[in-house]
C-alpha cells in the first residue's frame, strides 16, 4: 500500500508539478527540489548497431492447432491454467494509464492484452488477467527469455508478454532474445515543446536546449543521431540529448522546466499533450517510421502465434474501433496506421 501511495504522488506531479514561465525563452528554473529521475544523464549512448533485420514474425497457421482453431502448444495451454502476465505502461495516457483515484489500467494497449486473454478464454478481470507496470527501460528484461534469465535483477517481474510501444528492432530480439508479433500500430517520432518556446519548428531549431527521450528506445537513439549530425554542422547548433529510464519522467522534467522538449512516439506525445495543457506538439515528424508490436519470449512459439492470430482478427475493424474509442479525448488526431508484413513459417 505504502508503494502505490507513492506512484499515485508521483503520478499526480506528472499531470500538475509545473513551473513558471521563463522570461528569457529558456527552460525555467524549476520551484521543487532538484531531485533527477532515474537514469537521468546528459551523456547518454546510442544502442549497439544492429546490421541485419528483425527476423519477422511466425505465421499463427504455421503450427500446431487447438480444437478451437487456435494456435496451441505448452506455453499456450499453461497461461490457460494460470491465467495471463502482461507487462505495460502506466503513465502513457489514451494507450496504457492507471486511474489515480481507482488504481485502473485502461487504453488503447490495455484492450489489445484483453483481447488476447479472451482468445485465451480467461474471463475479464484482474485475476486471470495481470498487468503489470513495467518502466520503459526494463520492460523487456521482465520477459521469459533465456537471456533475460541470467540478467534479471530481483525487482524485474516476470511477464508473458510486454505491450508498451515496443519498437521492432533487430537489437532487441538480440539482446533480449525476444520475438515480435506482428505491428498492431506504426509511427514516427515527433517533438512536444514546453509553453512559450519561440520559433520552434524542428530539432534544428533547438539548439541549445535540453530535449528529453527515453534511454536505450528507438526515439532516443534517433535523437543522438539529430545530435550528431547537428554537431558535424557546428558545435553551437546541436541540441543537448537528456534520457531518462522511463519516458514519463521527460514529461515530469518538461513540466518542471528542467528540459525544453520531449522527443518521442508521436502517438506517446498526445497523451502528454493531453496532460501539460499550453505545450506545443509540433508537425515535425521523423522521416523513418516505426512498426510497434507485442514482445514475446523468443522460447515461446506457439504463444507468438496465438498473439499473431488475434491480432489478425482485430484487424478486421475492431482495432480501429478501439483506437477510436481510447483516443476520443485526445487534444489533437493521429491516424491509426496498421502496417501489412509478410508471415514466416
Given at each position: ?20 514561465p521563463a522570461t ?35 505465421d ?7 480444437p ?8 499456450v ?19 496504457s494509464?492507471?486511474d ?26 484482474d ?12 520492460r ?19 511477464v ?15 539482446e ?8 498492431y500500430?506504426?509511427?514516427?517520432s ?67 522546466g ?26 515535425y ?25 488475434v ?17 476520443a ?17
Amino acid at each position: 500500500m505504502t508503494r502505490y501511495l507513492a506512484l499515485v504522488a508521483v503520478l499526480a506531479c506528472l499531470a500538475g508539478c509545473t513551473a513558471p514561465p521563463a522570461t528569457d525563452g529558456r527552460a525555467a528554473t524549476s520551484t521543487l527540489a532538484p531531485d533527477l529521475p532515474e537514469g537521468y544523464t546528459e551523456a547518454p549512448e546510442p544502442s549497439p548497431p544492429c546490421t541485419k533485420a528483425p527476423g519477422g514474425t511466425l505465421d499463427p497457421a504455421g503450427g500446431p492447432l487447438g480444437p478451437d482453431g487456435l494456435p496451441d502448444g505448452p506455453t499456450v495451454r499453461k497461461i490457460r491454467e494460470k491465467g495471463l502476465t502482461v507487462g505495460v505502461s502506466q503513465t502513457a495516457q489514451f494507450l496504457s494509464k492507471r486511474d489515480l483515484a481507482t488504481g485502473e489500467l485502461s487504453g488503447f494497449e490495455v484492450e489489445v492484452a484483453r483481447a488476447i486473454a479472451a482468445a485465451l478464454g480467461l474471463p475479464r478481470g484482474d485475476a486471470p488477467v495481470t498487468l503489470v507496470s513495467l518502466p520503459t527501460g526494463r520492460r523487456l528484461l521482465a520477459l521469459r527469455t533465456g537471456v533475460n534469465a541470467a540478467k534479471r535483477s530481483l525487482e524485474v517481474p516476470e511477464v508473458d508478454l510486454v505491450i508498451a510501444s515496443v519498437s521492432v528492432t533487430c537489437g532487441r530480439e538480440q539482446e533480449y532474445g525476444l520475438r515480435y508479433s506482428r505491428a498492431y500500430r506504426a509511427t514516427s517520432s515527433a517533438l512536444l515543446v514546453r509553453a512559450g518556446l519561440p520559433d520552434v519548428a524542428g530539432p534544428d531549431d533547438l539548439a541549445g536546449r535540453k530535449v528529453c527521450s527515453g534511454a536505450k528506445t528507438t526515439n532516443g537513439d534517433e535523437l543522438i543521431a539529430i545530435r550528431d549530425e547537428q554537431r558535424r554542422r557546428g558545435p553551437d547548433r546541436a541540441l543537448t540529448v537528456v534520457t531518462v529510464s522511463d519516458t514519463s519522467d521527460c514529461l515530469m522534467l518538461l513540466q518542471r522546466g528542467v528540459v525544453d522538449a520531449v522527443y518521442s512516439d508521436a502517438v506517446i506525445l498526445l497523451g502528454y499533450l493531453y496532460q501539460t495543457p499550453g505545450s506545443v506538439l509540433l508537425d515535425y515528424r521523423h522521416p523513418n517510421s516505426v512498426k510497434t508490436a507485442v514482445a514475446v519470449s523468443g522460447d515461446e512459439e506457439d504463444l507468438v502465434r496465438l498473439v499473431n492470430r488475434v491480432l489478425d482478427d482485430l484487424r478486421g475493424g475492431r482495432l480501429q474501433a478501439l483506437y477510436d474509442e481510447q483516443f476520443a479525448a485526445s487534444p489533437k488526431k493521429i491516424p491509426l496506421s496498421v502496417p501489412d508484413e509478410p508471415y514466416v513459417r
